[in-house]
């Protein structure tokens, strides 16, 4: 069975732009988690979508938003990209929300120049 | 808010020796998971071993055990004869078992310890 995966593997982007990252699950997993891991550090918590509505946020800025589709696949959308959202984006699905096992994708790498 | 705490950035071992990687946190919960996950240079995280809180059993996976010390909120990670493909940077994380509130599943990750493996 496939694992999770994202796409892109890398991204360039410029400041202020605007990115989309996505990510499909793991065939059966119905909730997918997003992270962000700044280089050198532990991935932080932005997002968690089960049936296409959020469960849990972190804190982040509204320029970060999220959407899962009937599929359960889910992307993250950035606005008004700073340098410093310029990170490894890590998605991870589970079965459902809460206390299920999280499963993580190879995650994007997104830098802001 | 709980927080992990990993106060060692970087642990070395010789190839077959034994190593102990150290995680300490900080929560007012008293019912949540504790995991250990492994993320090689590929970058993709692996799931290494879990911990129950309610469990006062140490979890074992293979070669690899903790050691839960509830109290102390302390759980360290022990690598029983290293291979070279332990190689990795090792994070501490933690989750709640409460349902609800806007953290509902959010794992709260240490900061890493890289562990080098020499042959």
């Known amino acids: 069975d496939a694992g999770v995966t994202q796409s892109p593997t890398h991204l360039i982007k410029t400041r202020g732009q605007h990115v989309t990252l996505r990510c499909s699950p793991i065939?059966?997993?119905?909730?997918v988690s997003w992270y962000q891991q700044v280089l050198g550090q532990g991935p932080q918590f932005i997002f968690q979508y089960y049936e296409k509505e959020e469960r849990g946020r972190g804190n982040f800025p509204d320029r970060f938003s999220a959407r899962q589709f009937p599929n359960y696949s889910s992307e993250l959308n950035v606005n008004a990209l700073l340098l410093g959202d310029s990170a490894l984006y890590l998605c991870?699905?589970?079965?459902?929300?809460?206390?299920?096992?999280?499963?993580f994708g190879p995650g994007t790498r997104l830098t802001v120049t | 808010a709980q927080t992990v705490t990993q106060s060692q950035p970087e642990m070395s071992v010789q190839e077959a020796e034994t190593v102990t990687l150290s995680c300490t946190y900080d929560?007012?919960?008293?019912?949540?998971?504790l995991f250990w996950y492994k993320q090689p240079p590929s970058r993709q995280m692996i799931l290494v071993i879990r911990q129950e809180a309610y469990k006062q059993q140490n979890a074992t996976e293979n070669r690899f055990s903790v050691n839960f010390q509830k109290a102390a909120k302390s759980f360290s990670l022990k690598i029983s004869d290293s291979q070279l493909g332990d190689a990795a940077m090792y994070f501490c994380a933690y989750r709640s078992a409460g349902a609800g509130g806007t953290s509902y599943g959010k794992l709260t990750f240490g900061q890493g310890t890289i562990l080098t493996v020499h042959p």
């Open positions: 991870a699905s589970s079965l459902g929300p809460g206390q299920y096992e999280q499963y």
């Open positions: 929560t007012s919960e008293s019912d949540y998971y």
């Open positions: 065939s059966g997993h119905k909730s």
